[in-house]
Structure formats: C-alpha cells, structure tokens
C-alpha cells in the first residue's frame, strides 16, 4: 500500500541522515586533489557514518566495536591521502571518537580516543624538512580528548535518565496492574456481597415449602396402597428431588452465610492429606502426588474450612484431567507467607473464562451450579490470602493459593542493629 511504503521510507530516513548527506557531499565537492584515493575512502566514511544505525547488529557491543574500529581505519586511510599529518581531514576522526562515547562508559570512551589519536599521530613519522608540522598538533589531540569526554557525559546523562524513566515506566505498570487486580477484587466483592444477600433470602424462603413438600412426599408415599406402583415411584421421586433441592439450598446458605474463620495453630500437610482422601474416597482410581515442603511448621489458619478449599480445588483438578491423568499437590514456604499448588494436566480453561471462574453462578460443567470456586475464592480472601490460576488449553492447569504465615514472618531471623 502507498502509505505502507511511505511510511517504511520515513522511518530509514530520518533527518539526522539528510545533514550526514549535506555534509559529505560538501566535503566531497571541495576535496583538495579530486583523485580516487580521496574520494573512495571519504565516500566509504559517509556510508558507514548513515548505515550504522540501520543495522539491526549495532546493537550487540561486538558490532559497535566494529563500527567504530573501520571509521578509524577509514579516517586513518583519508587523513594518509589527504596530506597525512597537516591534512584538513582530520575532524574526521571525531566520528569514531563520539560514537565511542555515546556506546561506552568513561574508560571505553578514552579507550578508543587513545586509538584514534594514536592513529593520527602515525604521521608523524612521515615528517620531513620538506614537509613538517605545519598546524597546531596539541590542539587538534585536545579537541578530540575533550569532545570525547563531553559526548561521554551527555550520553551518561541521557543513559541514567532513560533507565529512570524505564523504572518510572515499570513501577506505572505494576501500579496498574495492582489497580486493575485491586478493582476486579473490589467488583467481585460487590456481586458476591449482593448475590449473598439475594441467596440467603432466597434459601431461607425456599427452606419452608420444601419442608412441607418433603412431609407431604413421605405421607403420601406411606398412605398409598401398595398396588399403586406409579404413585408410590412418583412419590419417591418427589423426595430424592427434594433433597437434591435441599442440598442445593445448604450450598446457597453457605456461600451467602457470614464466615467466622477459627484461627488456630494446624498443620497445613494434615488438613491438605485430609482432603485428598475424601477425594480419593470419592473419586476411585485418582492418581494424586505429594510434594510438600518439610520446613512447613504448623501456622494460624482455620483447618475445617481450608479443607473445603483443597477438597474442592483437588476435585476439580481430577475431574478436568483425563483418565489415568496425575494431580500433583506442591506446597512452598515464602518469607511470610505459605504457597500451595493443585497442578493438573487436563483440557485447561478458555482464556475467555479465566476472568469468571471465581464469580458465584458461573460453571462450564453441564451438573454445575458455579458456587464451588466463588466459595473457594471466599474463604480464601478471608484468610487473607490469595488465589491464582495458570492455565493453558490442552495442557492443564495450576492453582496457586497464598496464605499468610504469621508465624514464619514473626521467627525470620533480624539484622543485627
């Protein structure tokens, strides 16, 4: 496309470039002898002075070198043809003493000016009476000297200002993303919040008729003759469904019901083995690996609710891996606080679901009534802690749950004063 190709052009030519060109087409319009030793290395020192930049290999320090190394060659060569020591060529070798500087630090940048002087002063043993030093030597090696440290400076500047500006940029973006998580956190507080209050009335409506269903179901079931198969079945399952119902209402109750957490002293190896043998009871055949960290000592946490947490989180685990498939649970000592990982190698989660998970009501399972994960999130979040899914389609999923360990921050050992 035109726009396309114009914007391609702009971005290799900069104006810095069109001045490069200005400058060494006036030089190579006033060149002193016209000859081809002139005009071939001066024309070379044009190329490379535009092309550098170009080159996506200058950015590695070898390349620079390199550049800077065949200007100073070049120099040398032009200043060789163009009168040696007394040749009005010699601003030249500011070329390699500049870019130096604006590459490396002060001992690089004098590193190289040395060489570059050192080059210029090889002249000076094709002094002769006939012809001699006819220029102000000492000045022409003071200005490449103090052009050299000046450009140092300037670029370290520029350097130390661009690295702040870079950390300015990181802390922004971490403070953002801490802002979104902190929103996010606050917005499912708020539909959990409200959704609590509208479950707990709800349940406690719902609790009453099928109370009186449930009664009237065993009544009936009781009073029918025995002939009467179909209404005896019917009323059977007129009470199974009642207390599937029932069963669900338990679930909304606990979810809307305020959480009173027991913080005592336990052992987070018991309550996670705990856990995974009511799942290995429930789920015959599950292949489920230990992996705790010894150095985990017993800290405050509420043992019968933090079950409920691995319970469900190792469930899930194992019903979203695929048949055979492990389930690893890993466990990590911080310096304040107590990771612990539910790692499978199941379908993984739909990257357009990893933001819903934790909402009450949302479920991909066709059974599901999407409370387990919001309560999971709940208890969680009480504790103080933290939550966090991994997950990559077709490869499986980790869940990451942090809880405040007290009792590791309050035995870290102090510096000494």
């Known amino acids: 496309m035109p726009g396309t190709a114009s914007n391609r052009w702009a971005s290799l030519i900069r104006p810095h470039d069109l001045l490069w060109v200005a400058v060494f087409a006036a030089a190579l319009a006033t060149t002193e002898y016209g000859d081809a030793f002139e005009i071939v290395p001066l024309a070379a020192l044009g190329v490379a002075q535009i092309l550098e930049p170009k080159i996506p290999t200058t950015q590695t320090k070898r390349s620079r070198v390199f550049w800077i190394v065949l200007k100073i060659v070049l120099s040398f060569?032009?200043?060789?043809?163009?009168?040696?020591?007394?040749?009005?060529?010699?601003?030249?070798?500011?070329?390699?003493?500049?870019?130096?500087?604006?590459?490396?630090?002060?001992?690089?940048?004098?590193?190289?000016t040395v060489l570059t002087c050192g080059a210029y002063l090889i002249y000076l043993a094709f002094v002769t009476t006939a012809k001699p030093v006819t220029v102000d030597l000492e000045l022409r090696v003071l200005c490449l000297v103090v052009t050299g440290n000046l450009a140092n400076t300037l670029a370290q500047e520029l350097r130390e200002q661009s690295e702040r500006q870079r950390r300015t940029a990181e802390q922004l973006a971490e403070a953002n993303e801490r802002l979104q998580e902190a929103e996010k956190a606050a917005r499912r507080a708020d539909r959990l919040a409200a959704l609590g209050q509208l479950s707990a009335g709800l349940a406690h409506e719902l609790r009453n008729p099928?109370?009186?269903?449930?009664?009237?179901?065993?009544?009936?079931?009781?009073?029918?003759?025995?002939?009467?198969?179909?209404?005896?079945?019917?009323?059977?399952?007129?009470?199974?469904?009642?207390?599937r119902t029932n069963s669900l209402v338990t679930r909304f109750l606990q979810f809307a019901r305020p959480l009173q957490l027991r913080r005592d002293k336990a052992d987070l190896t018991q309550t996670l083995d705990r856990a995974i043998a009511q799942v290995e009871r429930e789920a015959k055949g599950a292949a489920i690996y230990k992996n705790y960290e010894p150095e985990i000592a017993p800290f405050p946490f509420d043992a019968e609710l933090m079950e409920r947490v691995f319970y469900n989180l190792i469930l899930n685990a194992v019903q979203a891996s695929p048949p055979g498939g492990a389930v690893s649970v890993k466990t990590r000592q911080g310096d304040d606080c107590v990771e612990i990982s539910v790692i499978d190698r199941g379908s993984g989660i739909d990257p357009a679901n990893r933001d819903s998970i934790f909402n009450p009501f949302f479920t991909t399972k066709p059974e599901g009534v999407g409370?387990?994960?919001?309560?999971?999130?709940?208890?969680?979040?009480?504790?103080?802690?933290?939550?966090?899914?991994?997950?990559?389609?077709?490869?499986?999923?980790?869940?990451?749950?942090?809880?405040?360990?007290?009792a590791a921050a309050s035995s870290a050992p102090t510096g000494s004063a």
């Open 77 to 112: 060569v032009l200043i060789g043809f163009g009168g040696g020591i007394n040749s009005r060529y010699w601003p030249a070798l500011l070329l390699p003493v500049v870019s130096a500087a604006t590459t490396f630090g002060f001992l690089g940048t004098m590193t190289f």
């Open 210 to 243: 099928l109370g009186t269903i449930k009664a009237s179901a065993e009544l009936l079931q009781r009073n029918v003759s025995s002939e009467n198969e179909v209404a005896r079945e019917m009323a059977g399952f007129i009470g199974s469904e009642v207390d």
């Open 371 to 406: 409370l387990g994960l919001a309560i999971v999130f709940k208890i969680v979040d009480e504790h103080g802690g933290k939550i966090t899914v991994e997950s990559e389609p077709g490869k499986g999923s980790i869940f990451h749950v942090v809880l405040p360990n007290t």
